[in-house]
């Protein structure tokens, strides 16, 4: 008689053992995607922002050359599905204060490159009341300097 009522134990065990495993499963597919994304942005604008400051000559064809250069990289990310939407090129002289077009371009050192807009559908978690689209933006600044002696330039990523 005792094992009968037992029987149903292992039943009811293993669907809410299922129902938590594929609830991690989802999780983790979902921030995932997210991690993957976030890297594709974050290595778009690097190089964008690299692209740009290389192009800086003290000029406004510099500053021209340099939005070209962003433009003219690959614009697609998540697994290449999608273009980056509203991506801004701004510039600098001290790395502080950035504006897309600065009054004085022989004084510009840094170069800019934000994609803010980059929504991943998220899949798995809305089916719990998690957010339909997460959000993952990302920006990158590089700045140019001529090296000591010669008329070499030097980028590097500073943020």
Do not use: C
Request: zero cysteines; aromatic letters at 8%.
């Amino acid at each position: 008689m005792r094992a009968q009522r037992q029987r149903g134990f292992v039943l009811i065990a293993m669907a809410a053992s299922m129902f938590l495993l594929l609830a991690v499963i989802g999780l983790v597919f979902d921030l995932g995607r997210i991690y993957i994304a976030r890297n594709e942005a974050q290595m778009f604008t690097d190089a964008a922002s690299m692209a740009a400051a290389i192009h800086l000559d003290g000029t406004a064809a510099g500053l021209a050359q340099a939005r070209a250069a962003v433009a003219r990289l690959p614009n697609r990310w998540n697994l290449g599905t999608q273009d980056f939407k509203n991506v801004t090129v701004e510039f600098s002289a001290d790395g502080r204060q950035f504006d897309a077009d600065p009054k004085e371009p022989a004084a510009v050192r840094y170069a800019r490159v934000s994609a803010p807009d980059n929504q991943v559908e998220i899949m798995f978690l809305r089916a719990v009341g998690g957010p339909d689209w997460f959000t993952v933006p990302a920006r990158a600044v590089a700045s140019t300097s001529t090296l000591a002696g010669s008329s070499a330039k030097s980028v590097r990523l500073t943020e």
